[in-house]
């Protein structure tokens, strides 16, 4: 089994900054895609940046210039760091991942979420 546990949320003023994580566990051989999604209230889900093993980063136009994705192989981590930070930001936001591990493939794998609020 594999677990993807996100951490790094919580309660910004605007114009402030947050870093997600979001590291994964278990008997994994190797990881694919990593991303980030979010969902705010009412609206579905979306991505926000995704970092293939060994490709280029790509972002939602909405945080573009803001946010930053980035990997940590040896760690199974992906982070997001986030500047900048609007209300509009304001959504749970979700790790996904293609994880390879000793029992198979868990593609497009969510981990549980972590809440980001962006409020004065």
């Known amino acids: 089994q594999v677990q993807l546990v996100e951490s790094g949320g919580g309660l910004v003023q605007p114009g402030g900054s947050l870093t997600l994580s979001c590291a994964a566990s278990g008997s994994i051989f190797s990881i694919n895609a990593m991303a980030w999604f979010r969902q705010a209230p009412g609206k579905e889900r979306e991505l926000v940046a995704a970092?293939?093993?060994?490709?280029?980063?790509n972002y939602a136009d909405s945080v573009k210039g803001r946010f930053t994705i980035s990997r940590d192989n040896a760690k199974n981590t992906v982070y997001l760091q986030m500047n900048s930070l609007k209300p509009e930001d304001t959504a749970v936001y979700y790790c996904?991942?293609?994880?390879?591990?000793?029992?198979?493939?868990?593609?497009?794998?969510w981990g549980q979420g972590t809440q980001v609020t962006v409020s004065s």
């Open positions: 996904n991942a293609d994880i390879r591990a000793r029992t198979g493939w868990f593609r497009g794998y």
């Open positions: 970092m293939p093993s060994g490709g280029r980063a």
